[in-house]
């Protein structure tokens, strides 16, 4: 079985792509020092968001990859990048 890139596999789906977009919006703000949510980010999450709501009440399941990659990568962006003062338990 060949290794995929996973780039290659996020852009697949449109929804996976956007949570790279976000994960990755996160990731320089982060090398940057900033702080706060910045627009990127919010705009990224707002759209993977909304394309993630539409498909999960149009199909209830079982969910393909690109679903499944997007859910991760955004809960992976929540935990990894917090942001909020309270402490983060995994």
Do not use: C
Not at 55 to 68: A, E, F, L, Q
């Amino acid at each position: 079985m060949p290794i995929i890139d996973l780039f290659q596999l996020y852009r697949q789906d449109a929804v996976s792509f956007l949570g790279v977009l976000h994960h990755a919006a996160h990731h320089l703000a982060k090398t940057q020092g900033v702080g706060v949510e910045t627009p990127q980010a919010i705009n990224f999450k707002y759209r993977s968001l909304k394309l993630l709501n539409e498909r999960m009440s149009v199909t209830k399941g079982p969910y393909d990859d690109g679903t499944i990659i997007a859910v991760w990568l955004l809960a992976n962006a929540e935990v990894r990048f917090a942001i909020s003062p309270l402490p983060v338990y995994v």
